[in-house]
């Protein structure tokens, strides 16, 4: 089956499963809704406030029932027709730059090789460097907290490079061949919380949450290792209670 025809599909039953999700909720919701009115009109005031309560619970459930439909549709979208070869460099070097305003007196500390190029989705990329800088800077203090990006070349260490999972021309901007053994390196790390070797295993699971902080439902460490895996890269976490949490990721190009 070709694979638009496929990705129709999968979307046809996403938005089927979506439209499922979303249909008793919604109704529930409006005739508790209709119901505290005419509590209401009737003078029972008290009755009518236990029915708005319901509602309440009932549209806090359907605000992460949607935004997990809006993160299933993201997953959904990754397609390997829109891959193009970009300057991974300057990529990462705005995501530092995007970040500076909400560092809120933390430290970043940028060690980003220039002119890396990169064949993959940029968009793709972009998030998921933004996504694990959202976390270094939610879990660091404000006044003592550091964070290191750093971007560079290495060797291949993922795969056989036999098998066509290496860097090519398309790397590097002076457009030199390398050797058929190198690889790219992202990796953040921040002096925050820190996260449990218990929690360490269960990162990526989808809607897991480590760290206590308020937020999403914890989809983005599990977004991450979907756009990494999209990519045929590979992404690792290693950290340390109260001192460090480091996030690294090697991305071999097809």
């Known amino acids: 089956m070709p694979q638009t025809t496929q990705h129709a599909i999968n979307l046809d039953d996403l938005f089927a499963d979506i439209a ?11 005739n508790n809704i209709e119901l505290a009115q005419l509590k209401i009109a009737h003078g029972q005031i008290a009755e009518a406030r236990r029915v708005l309560d ?17 993160d299933d549709c993201r997953i959904n979208s990754f397609r390997q027709s ?6 991974l460099s300057d990529c990462a070097n705005q995501a530092v730059q995007d970040f500076q305003i909400l ?26 460097i933004l996504n694990i800088l959202d976390n270094a800077v939610k879990f660091t203090d404000a006044k003592l907290g550091i964070i290191s990006v750093s971007l560079s070349v290495i060797p291949n260490l993922i795969g056989d490079p036999g098998h066509g999972r290496v860097l090519d021309s398309r790397l590097r901007g002076n457009d030199k061949r390398g050797d058929g053994n190198e690889a790219i390196l992202l990796s953040i790390s921040d002096n925050g919380s820190g996260i449990s070797k218990d929690h360490l295993a269960r990162l990526f699971d989808r809607h897991f949450q480590s760290r206590t902080k ?3 439902a914890g989809l983005g460490l599990y977004l991450c290792q979907k756009i990494v895996k999209n990519h045929s890269g590979t992404i690792e976490i ?3 209670i109260n001192k460090e949490t480091c996030v690294i990721v090697t991305l071999p190009p097809d």
């Open 54 to 70: 319901r509602s309440f619970r009932s549209i806090n459930s359907l605000s992460f029932t949607c935004s997990q439909a809006i």
């Open 20 to 30: 499922h999700k979303f249909k008793t909720p919604l109704a529930v919701c409006l």
């Open 103 to 128: 560092l809120d007196g933390r430290k970043l500390i940028s060690g980003i090789e220039p002119n890396i190029n990169f064949y993959g989705h940029q968009i793709q990329i972009t998030e998921l």
């Open 214 to 216: 308020t937020g999403s």
């Open 82 to 87: 829109d891959k193009q070869v970009f300057n």
């Open 238 to 240: 290693k950290s340390e």
